[in-house]
């Protein structure tokens, strides 16, 4: 039996992201983002409302985005939850924050991988911005990698939000291969 919610977005993870940006002074900000994701393998896009961070974005026309990981789970819900229009939450939270080489956005070093990213389009969405962002580089802590050079999730431990639950998660165990499971029905 299958019941009817009516217009509820229910996709499920939603990656928790932490976008970061420098305002017209060059003081850091964070914001925790859910609405975003890669959409190519070079571009990131990223839907915020009208925060602190999104005139730091359109006045720098850069960003860094970087995956929150259940280490920094205190920190990555503050971001979300205070305003960069009435606090400092860079110096708050205790975090590092450092120029990137690549964009004029910082980087926040605890968190074990960055993508830095510079604007390619900005869209208007009924009062929200749509930011497309290309990533000029990515920089990852060597501690998540594995002896292949490539990003290990399950040593990173990413956050996801649950929104019917208003909970974090942590990106959970494999349950196959991709381009291996479906074999079994070719």
Known sequence: MKKDLGVAGELFPQSVFIVASYDEDGVPNAMNVAWAGECTRNEVAINIGDHKTTENILAKGAFTVAPADAAHVVEADYFGMATGRKV?????????????????????????????????????????????GEIVNTRVDESVLDEDGRVDFARMRPLVYDSTRRIYRVVGEEVGGAWEAGKALM
Do not use: Y
């Open 88 to 132: 400092n939450k860079a110096e708050k939270s205790g975090l590092t924050f450092v120029p990137s080489e690549h964009v004029d956005a910082p980087v926040i070093e605890e968190f074990p991988l960055t993508m830095e990213c510079v604007v390619r389009d900005v869209q208007d969405w009924g009062g929200e911005k749509r930011f497309i």
